[in-house]
């Protein structure tokens, strides 16, 4: 049983929208990317949704990297998209994982903040209801897989990933940014295994 990354392998890049390897934690690896996506206009080299990754077989992935897709599922669609990133993944595979961090968001909606840019991303300033709801450029542009039906604190990802067959996870919320990230293990790993990847593919904090 592998109880490290290997140096390389085949990463699935679900809900990659236009996005490549370049802006993952594998980016300048000799990891060979599949990309998934439900939306055809970006070319994916699969596509389907989430829910549903039929179009990749049992055991195949050594590695999957998931950006802020899980919170555009309604809630009880999340176990089923998490079951199927474990599926994919090999024994010893990892899933790493980023979405909003809705306790971090809570507090600035608290401090009346709703509409204040809170961070500005590649598509510009994004505010409390933009990381609530969907951002609200991309829905009026008429992207309506940008809306927002779901959402989690760490302490409810890290439950929800674990109550879905991944085995242990490393995990971080980070301030500035108000994501969460999470690095799940199909199998069990040392702890120095797990912290020491988990450095090596989780943005600092």
């Not at 236009?18 to 990317?33: C, M, V």
């Not at 070319?43 to 990754?53: C, E, H, K, N, R």
């Amino acid at each position: 049983m592998a109880h490290a990354l290997p140096e390389h392998g085949t990463l699935l890049h679900v809900g990659c929208g236009p996005k490549r390897i370049e802006h993952t934690p594998f980016a300048g690896s000799d990891w060979q990317e599949v990309r998934f996506d439900i939306d055809p206009a970006v070319m994916p080299d699969l596509l389907g949704s989430l829910t549903d990754l039929g179009a990749v077989a049992d055991a195949s992935m050594d590695a999957l990297f998931s950006s802020h897709n899980l919170e555009h599922l309604y809630a009880h669609e999340v176990p089923m998209a998490l079951a199927e990133f474990r599926r994919v993944l090999r024994p010893g595979g990892v899933a790493v994982i980023t979405c909003p961090d809705l306790q971090g968001v809570a507090a600035l909606v608290a401090q009346d903040q709703l509409l204040n840019p809170a961070y500005v991303s590649g598509m510009g300033p994004i505010t409390p209801l933009d990381m609530l709801y969907g951002h609200r450029a991309s829905l009026a542009a008429g992207n309506l897989h940008m809306a927002h039906r779901c959402g989690f604190t760490r302490t409810v990802l890290q439950a929800t990933v674990l109550e879905a067959g991944f085995t242990q996870c490393a995990s971080l919320r980070r301030s500035k940014t108000y994501d969460l990230w999470i690095m799940a293990t199909v199998a069990m790993w040392p702890e120095e295994a797990l912290q020491a990847t988990a450095r090596r593919l989780l943005p600092a904090g």
